[in-house]
Structure formats: C-alpha cells, structure tokens
C-alpha cells in the first residue's frame, strides 16, 4: 500500500495536560471491540472502575461523558487516569489515534491530523513554511478497485497535487490563487473556467447565508452554541460589516499566509473524497465555504480586538475544525450545493 502524509505528521507530539482545550471533553469517546473486550477483563479496583462506566448502543460501545462533559477518565489536572493506571497500550483506538485521520481507496492511504487540536495547530501554522508531503509504500495489500475507480484516483490526486503546488507557490494575494484553483478544477473538468465560476452558486453566499448556514450545522458542545449566537446578533447589524475592506486590508499580510495554509489543509484533506462522491464541484463547496466561514470568525474577532496574531488563527481554526471535521452531518451540510 502506499501511504502518503504531511511533514507535520511527524512533528506531533501530544503535550497532555499542558494542552489548552483538552481532547477528553466536549465528545463522547467511542471504544473499538477489542479494547471493550480488554477493559471488561480487567481485573481489581480498576477494572470495576472501567466496567461501570462503559455503556453499549447498538452494539456500539462508548465512554459517555460526565455532567461537566468531559471523560470520566480525565482527571483535574488534565491528565488521563486509564493512562496512569494501565499504561499508553491500555488506551483505545480512538485516542490512540488522535488528532490523525486515515482515509483508504485500493492501495492508497492518506493520513492527515486534524486542526481541531490546538498543538497541530501551533505546529502547523507556527513552524511550517511550506507543507510537504511524504510517500512511502508497506506490503499490506489495500482494497481491490476496478480499473476505473483506480483512474479516478489516480487524476484525483494528480489535480490535488497540482492545486496544492499552486497555492504554496503563488506569490500573489490569496484570493488570486484560490481563483486560480478553481480555474484548474474547472479546467480538469472541461469547463470554462469563467462559466464554471458564474454557476457556482456557492461563490455568491455572502456573510450572513454563512451564519445562517452554521446555524445549522449540529452542535457538539455549548461554545459552539455561544458562538453562533453571538455572530447571529453581530450580523443582524446593517453596520457590522463596514470595516471589512480595513480588516482585509489591515491584516492583508497574515491572512495571505494563514489562508494559503488552511487552503492547502483542506484540499489535501477533502479532494480524495471525490472518489467516493464523484463530484469534485462538491469538495470545492466544502472548502470554499471552509475558509469563508473562518475568514468571518477572524473578522468577528478582530472587531473586538482591533487586531490578530498567530494565536487567533491556531484557536479560530481548532473551534471550526472541531465543530466541523468531526460530526459527518456537518461535513456533508458543508458539501451541498
């Protein structure tokens, strides 16, 4: 199989309970079977621990959070008590693996990590000039796909490759390189690129349809909530929107490179989804609305502040990802057009 993943990937470490904004809370964590069927043979005190607070749905089994909504298992001091009583092996998949993500079509693995952790976040907007990505293969055999599902992959990640070598080697403003990715999925369609542009209904949301927007996406914690809530009020203001030219013009500089990152992200996250949609039009919507949606989350904020920095971008970035690139529900609304 041959496995691809960013350079970022092999930055990563988890810092635990220096983390702002844990991992253990907001989510339920799910169990695979196999560390069901450990933690329910666990034997002392602990085991008993373990077993009580374990619950099964539909055959599904899952740690379900506290009243606070955090994981039973997360102690005050931000650490995890399953980890200190069992060791890191007795820990299960799902926070095994997180913040990476993996997504298999035949003999191709993509692996990414997901900005909805605020360390990635650091790592990828702090200490990464320019993203690269990493290829090497295993003997593990992947899924068998026919001939034309092996071509569809094959032009999907070549045009990926080419949207990513543009946006990190445009030395324009943004936007022109994000035109310019449009003009070449356009383009790998057949399509006029300016025709293609006009019927891309997408292209015409404005702010207020994106807050409309977000406030249907399904909720997964209260800050969320908050959040919503309060651009909902922002927006209902004929006004609010006046100093958008300086904000885009003041922070020019930054937003160029944090958008040019994010863009690049997401790209590399959600083209390879074309495979299994089969309309690329659909993973343009999600990042194109991706990146509107955080470029108002930025401006919101910068009302406020009158200014950003790096900090900004890492927990505006976490607080959309986390909202977002978790809940398929959400992932999908994103992709409809």
Request: charge should be negative.
């Amino acid at each position: 199989m041959i496995i691809e993943y960013p350079s970022y990937y092999e930055k990563f470490r988890c810092i635990g309970g220096r983390c702002p904004d844990t991992c253990c809370a907001g989510w339920e964590v799910d169990v695979d079977e196999a560390s069901s069927a450990y933690y329910r043979s666990v034997e002392g005190s602990f085991g008993d621990t373990l077993r009580a607070h374990i619950r099964e749905e539909d055959g599904d089994c899952f740690f379900p959070l506290t009243k606070e909504g955090r994981c039973p298992f997360l102690r005050k001091d931000l650490l995890c008590e399953m980890y200190i009583q069992l060791g890191e092996e007795s820990l299960c998949q799902t926070c095994t693996e997180y913040p990476r993500y993996f997504m298999d079509v035949g003999n191709y693995e993509q692996i990414d990590m997901s900005l909805s952790c605020m360390e990635l976040g650091r790592i990828f907007f702090t200490e990464c000039a320019r993203i690269e990505y990493i290829r090497s293969e295993n003997e593990i055999p992947g899924e068998e796909i026919s001939e034309e599902e092996q071509e569809t992959l094959i032009e999907v990640l070549a045009l990926r490759n080419r949207c990513i070598a543009l946006l990190q080697d445009h030395d324009g403003a943004f936007l022109d390189a994000w035109q310019a990715v449009r003009a070449l999925v356009a383009d790998a369609q057949g399509l006029d690129p300016k025709e293609a542009d006009a019927e891309r209904s997408y292209l015409k949301e404005d702010f207020p349809a994106l807050v409309e927007c977000m406030k249907h996406l399904d909720s997964l914690r209260p800050e969320w909530d908050a959040l919503v809530e309060d651009y909902e009020q922002k927006i209902a203001d004929p006004h609010f929107l006046d100093a958008l030219p300086l904000f885009m013009q003041a922070e020019a500089a930054q937003l160029d490179r944090w958008f040019t990152k994010l863009a690049v992200y997401f790209v590399y996250r959600y083209f390879i989804d074309t495979c299994i949609d089969g309309d690329i039009e659909i993973e343009l919507c999600l990042v194109h609305r991706s990146l509107m949606m955080i470029l108002f989350m930025l401006y919101s904020r910068w009302t406020g502040q009158q200014q950003l920095d790096v900090a900004d971008i890492i927990d505006v970035a976490h607080l959309f990802s986390k909202e977002v690139e978790h809940d398929e529900g959400n992932v999908n609304l994103l992709k409809s057009i």
